[in-house]
């Protein structure tokens, strides 16, 4: 049997996502033996970020700065603003060095559902964003669900009259993807989306 303590810490670790119960003990166990090699820089890198940590009242990023390095990296284009719906999507576009412009994080996306709606994101700092001048191109790249494509379609509107260029990212057969794996949304929106060979 465990110590109260250690039983909190695993119940804490396996609320984080893809731990369950047994990662999580897995995870303590593995702490607990490299105490001085995994405990004791894990527990630092933990308030480090925990005393630091703040959003970006630019694009909603998460960082320990405010702006965030994101928001001030000069090499980045800001006449290109990517529209994400999570900080997590976020990370993602911006690990794969594609997009060479600038973000911004909705916190979410509509879902009548859930009882999320317009003013609950990001979304009139976005229209403010574009209001003030020197973007070109609004990238919305939401997710490729009903929710997320609601979500694109009322910025989409909200954006009218303004002079840029608006895009969304493509849906679709992923590569290297085998037509009987996939679902019948990405099947469909692949036929909608198809272009002519040549």
């Known amino acids: 049997m465990a110590s109260p303590e250690i039983d909190a810490l695993t119940q804490a670790l396996s609320r984080l996502p893809g731990l ?48 965030c390095g994101v928001c001030t990296d000069s090499r980045r284009d ?28 909705l916190g979410g996306r509509l879902s ?20 003030a001048g020197g973007i070109d191109e609004v990238v919305l790249a939401m997710n490729a669900t009903l929710e997320g494509q609601t979500t694109a379609h009322y910025i989409a509107e909200r954006l009218e009259g303004y002079p840029i260029r608006l895009t969304q990212l493509a849906h679709g057969l992923p590569v290297g993807g085998e037509l009987d794996y996939l679902d019948e949304g990405t099947l469909a929106q692949a036929l909608r989306a198809r272009r002519p060979l040549g």
Request: hydrophobic share 45%; with cysteine.
């Open 20 to 67: 369950g119960p047994r990662s999580a003990r897995r995870a303590v166990l593995h702490l607990l033996k490299k105490r001085e090699t995994a405990m004791a820089p894990l527990l630092r890198a933990l308030e480090a970020v925990n005393e630091r940590l703040s959003t970006c009242h630019i694009c909603g990023n998460v960082d320990t700065v405010d702006p």
């Open 78 to 105: 800001a006449r290109a603003l990517c529209v994400v719906e999570d900080v997590s999507d976020l990370w993602a576009l911006d690990k794969s060095r594609l997009f060479p412009g600038r973000f911004h994080v």
């Open 112 to 131: 009548a559902l859930d009882g999320v709606r317009p003013e609950d994101l990001a979304i009139d700092s976005l229209i403010g964003r574009v209001a």
